[in-house]
């Protein structure tokens, strides 16, 4: 099949970018941006459009729908897509017609200077023109390297077409007329800017697992809010949903005037098909369930025990970037490990100390003799926090288990016990 090529090239000033890579992912994920346009495969669709003067207005149709004016041009060849497209003036053009590209003139080639105004004085100013001139005449007067010009004359250019996108989000942003006070009433905004954002990065065949929702607030302050899961996805009702539960974790203090939602690009999530493959929970599901637990009992309270490296009574935090998702729950594997629970509130215990050494010890839900015995510790390697009145052990009671055991002042505790 031959190869087919569209560029498109800003005819203003400035060049809008955004708008003429919009145009051009409606037609090809092969896209490379200049700096005065974009280049792109539209080789096949012939099949679905037609020829490629009816791809090229196609093409026009977009920009015209985007309000950017720009040339058109199409081509077998990358070279003469761009140089059709620079020369057309907000026109289309196609090289199927051999005198659009024979009646470009020779300044678009890149030829030297000098070389050109020999042309010039030869009566030699556009393709075809040079074209009539044979080409190893050309090569034994200028040089091999003169070769590529006359291959882009003929258009049989070797340049290809080299993707060099490097956007990493797409953005949508929202000014109501008057300042709204609950973000509830922003959600069908937010649903139907989510649906388009999702519908561009699908398009791209690429998917987020980042969103970031910023909230312009009354007095000219901001808010951003960057909402992370560990598992890309493009499940619109789901990204509503954790908004929805993380604003409400931490609402903004005044009221809103404005919002913008940036979704940054992430490889898909690959589908899992085995017949043998083990049926896990949606990694969707417990996100979500993980952030109705917060709002609940508190962002502090829902996480993953993670030790910390301190003598303290709890030596420990809850860390929530340690929840395993359904993408990463398999690779958990638990070693050689003891767990503990804390006794909340803890035993009170009657302690039996006998030449120093611990040697019995009761409480409302066991007694029993000490086997083993460990310690004494402080209570807390924070000095500079508290007194170092609090002393504990660990003690191996007869048939019930191993136990932590405290003293503070005179008193003795069970904190707890491991497992």
């Known amino acids: ?41 539209v080789s096949g669709l012939e099949r679905l459009i037609g020829t490629p003067e009816q791809v090229a207005a196609s093409i026009s149709e977009q920009a015209g729908r985007h309000g950017i004016t720009v040339g058109i041009a199409v081509a077998d060849t990358p070279d003469a897509a761009i140089l059709l ?16 590209f024979a009646r470009l003139p020779l300044a678009d080639l890149g030829i030297a200077d000098d070389t050109r105004a020999v ?53 949508w942003s929202f000014s109501p007329d008057a300042a709204i006070d609950d973000f509830e009433q922003l959600i069908f905004v937010v649903n139907h800017a989510l649906d388009g954002l999702f519908s561009q990065i699908d398009r791209m065949a690429m998917s987020t697992e980042q969103v970031d929702v910023t ?118 594997r638990l070693g050689e490990t003891i767990g503990f629970a804390y006794y909340r509130p803890p035993l009170a215990a009657e302690v039996l100390v006998r030449d120093r050494r611990i040697v019995f010890v009761r409480t409302r839900r066991f007694s029993g003799h000490v086997l083993q015995c460990s310690g004494v510790w402080k209570g807390s390697s924070h000095w500079w926090d508290r007194s170092w009145r609090t002393h504990e052990w660990d003690v191996e009671v007869e048939e019930c288990g191993v136990y932590r055991l405290c003293k503070a002042d005179r008193e003795w505790f069970i904190v707890g016990e491991y497992d």
């Open 119 to 171: 042309f010039s004085d030869l009566g030699i100013r556009r393709v075809e023109d040079l074209l009539a001139v044979p080409a190893d005449e050309l090569a034994g007067r200028y040089g091999r390297e003169f070769d590529g010009i006359v291959r882009r004359l003929r258009q049989e250019g070797k340049r290809l077409l080299t993707p060099n996108i490097r956007d990493s989000d797409v953005s």
């Open 215 to 332: 909230f312009g607030l009354d007095g000219g302050s901001s808010r951003v809010y960057e909402i992370r899961t560990s598992f890309p996805t493009l499940d619109r009702r789901f990204w509503l949903r954790l908004i929805d539960l993380r604003i409400g974790l931490d609402p903004p203090a005044a009221a809103i005037r404005s919002v913008s939602i940036k979704a940054h690009f992430t490889r898909p999530r690959p589908a899992q098909n085995g017949l043998y493959a083990v049926s896990r929970p949606e990694p969707e599901s417990l996100l979500l369930t993980i952030n109705k637990l917060k709002r609940l009992i508190g962002d502090d309270n829902v996480g993953v025990p993670r030790l910390l490296d301190d003598r303290k009574a709890q030596p420990f935090c809850l860390d929530s970037r340690l929840i395993p998702s359904g993408r990463d729950a398999a690779a958990v």
């Open 85 to 100: 497209a620079r020369r057309s003036d907000g026109t289309v053009s196609t090289a199927e017609h051999p005198e659009s």
């Open 1 to 41: 099949m031959n190869r087919l090529y569209a560029c498109i090239i800003s005819c203003g000033d400035t060049a809008d970018t955004r708008s003429m890579m919009t145009v051009a992912h409606r037609f090809s994920h092969a896209i490379e941006k200049l700096d005065d346009g974009v280049l792109f495969d």
